[in-house]
T-cell receptor
Framework: EAEVAQSPRYKITEKSQAVAFWCDPISGHATLYWYRQILGQGPELLVQFQDESVVDDSQLPKDRFSAERLKGVDSTLKIQPAELGDSAMYLC?????????????FGPGTRLTVL | DQQVKQNSPSLSVQEGRISILNCDYTNSMFDYFLWYKKYPAEGPTFLISISSIKDKNEDGRFTVFLNKSAKHLSLHIVPSQPGDSAVYFCAASPTASGSARQLTFGSGTQLTVLP
């Protein structure tokens, strides 16, 4: 069964350091999402890609966060510098072409702890 | 401003009984609703969905009810099983033209099914 892959699964870093997360969506899925989930809350959208283009990054803190999907397949989310408040689960999800399905398929997430 | 609210952070139910999880929304533009289940250290997995043109959708032990006038939906699990113990997220989406839908999530309800 096709799955969304994410790495690393866990990351511990000190504040002011740079961190990067990687996501490989389900093959053929045109849309890719990055979410942040703080403990006790639901996932919140950070950025949405359609192929290699950013559809929505209005909730991405652009002073420290960046995301790219250069070839329209896998994607990287970077935080530089990390702050204590960035500790959270970072989830990647993918979806087929618009109109084909409304469902998003999630990866296992990266648990980030900033010390 | 929470557009999707799950007011019960937790729910405990006896095995074999019915579990009812509730969700309220405020955005009248939402026309598609989904429930996701999340186990610890895993990403959310899709459970069941409903379009606003329906008021009920059933899949095995899971039924989702939508009351558009009250902006309320509920997930019924009958009979509940210990393996159903997880966090359940309600999500809602407006119609999207030209790109895949965006989901707004509630804060989740931790369901515990007691043997």
């Amino acid at each position: 069964e096709a799955e969304v892959a994410q790495s690393p699964r866990y990351k511990i870093t000190e504040k002011s350091q740079a961190v990067a997360f990687w996501c490989d969506p389900i093959s053929g899925h045109a849309t890719l999402y990055w979410y942040r989930q703080i403990l006790g809350q639901g996932p919140e959208l950070l950025v949405q890609f359609q192929d290699e283009s950013v559809v929505d990054d209005s909730q991405l803190p652009k002073d420290r966060f960046s995301a790219e999907r250069l070839k329209g397949v896998d994607s990287t989310l970077k935080i530089q510098p990390a702050e204590l408040g960035d500790s959270a689960m970072y989830l990647c999800a993918s979806s087929p072409l618009a109109g084909v399905s409304n469902e998003q398929f999630f990866g296992p997430g990266t648990r980030l702890t900033v010390l | 401003d929470q557009q999707v609210k799950q007011n019960s952070p937790s729910l405990s139910v006896q095995e074999g009984r019915i579990s009812i999880l509730n969700c309220d929304y405020t955005n009248s533009m939402f026309d598609y609703f989904l429930w996701y289940k999340k186990y610890p250290a895993e990403g959310p997995t899709f459970l069941i969905s409903i379009s606003s043109i329906k008021d009920k959708n059933e899949d095995g032990r899971f039924t989702v009810f939508l009351n558009k006038s009250a902006k309320h939906l509920s997930l019924h699990i009958v009979p509940s099983q210990p393996g159903d113990s997880a966090v359940y997220f309600c999500a809602a989406s407006p119609t999207a033209s030209g790109s895949a839908r965006q989901l707004t999530f509630g804060s989740g309800t931790q369901l515990t099914v007691l043997p």
